[in-house]
């Protein structure tokens, strides 16, 4: 079967296959547990930072994402970020610190632990037994995520100072937007590549580092973020229906709808696998 009607039809599958597997319903729980995990999560890497660099530094990074989520999560981001600049100023590394970067690893732990079940209940297959393997899992993951972050905020930083010493003129503004959306569908593709290697609970061979369904998601998470911006931005105000929660819930949906494109692309990979199996059995 050639790769494209193979593709199609593992599409179509899982297109059928939402309702049965309850994607939906599993995304929104996988999302607010991930926005219970986020900001404990953003205070560790703030008193971390702080403790080996200007922690103000942190504003730039965060400008410079500004473009992949709708204006009122990044607000809501931005916020956060200075309070904990400000509040953290001249931090020590003391038991105080040790205890408040544990007790924010722990609630990241579980905002990961969520989206590995998601996985799992994508991939139609039970969870992990045991809550230590579980745990384990969890936290072996959420610092394998930390890489492909630092490696993004390490080009973020170094990429505009090559530019400018290269002085390319007009274009560097062109290469600089180019490399921007590059890096981070490079960054969110190898981030979701290491979660359908490893989140899924099952023994023998893995999937390769970055699968179709890898790629397909990162595409379509960003295409997903763009639009929700311009929907935010042009149509929906959610102050107006929800007041001064407004920006809250649109921080829950955007998470939900990052989660939503996760749970996909493992049943998409989930359903490209199942047909290799069947046409090898026939084979034989």
């Not at 599958?13 to 547990?33: H, P, S, T, Y």
């Not at 993004?152 to 959306?181: K, Y």
């Not at 379509?220 to 929907?231: A, C, E, K, T």
Request: proline share 4%.
């Amino acid at each position: 079967m050639p790769a494209t009607q193979k593709f199609v039809a593992a599409l179509s599958r899982v297109w059928n296959g939402m309702d049965e597997l309850n994607l939906g319903l599993i995304a929104a729980g996988v999302g607010f547990f991930i926005v219970l995990g986020i900001f404990p999560a953003l205070g560790a890497a703030v008193l971390i930072w702080s403790l080996v660099a200007d922690p103000a530094e942190i504003r730039g990074l965060l400008e410079s994402s500004r473009s992949l989520m709708p204006d009122q999560v990044y607000d809501i981001f931005y916020q956060q970020v200075t309070g904990l600049i400000e509040s953290g100023s001249g931090a020590t590394l003391g038991w105080a610190t040790l205890i408040s970067i544990g007790f924010a690893m722990w609630s990241a732990m579980s905002g990961v632990a969520s989206l590995v079940r998601g996985i799992n209940a994508a991939y139609g297959i039970s969870h992990r037994p045991g809550t230590v393997r579980r745990i384990l899992s969890a936290a072996g993951l959420t610092l394998a995520l930390c890489g492909p972050a630092l490696l993004a905020v390490v080009v973020v930083l170094v990429a505009p100072v090559v530019l400018s010493l290269i002085n390319l003129g007009p274009v560097t503004e062109i290469a600089l937007f180019i490399l921007r959306w590059a890096i981070a569908f490079a960054v969110i593709t190898f981030a979701f590549g290491l979660l359908y290697r490893y989140a899924p609970n099952r023994r023998g061979s893995r999937p390769a580092w970055i699968t179709p369904g890898a790629v397909g998601a990162g595409f379509v998470w960003l295409i997903v973020s763009v639009g929700f911006s311009i929907y935010l931005g042009n149509f929906g105000n959610y102050n107006k229906v929800y007041g001064s929660l407004g920006a809250a819930v649109a921080l829950f949906m955007w998470f939900y709808l990052s989660a939503y494109v996760v749970l996909l692309g493992g049943a998409f990979n989930a359903e490209l696998e199942q047909a290799d199996s069947t046409r090898a059995q026939l084979a034989e």
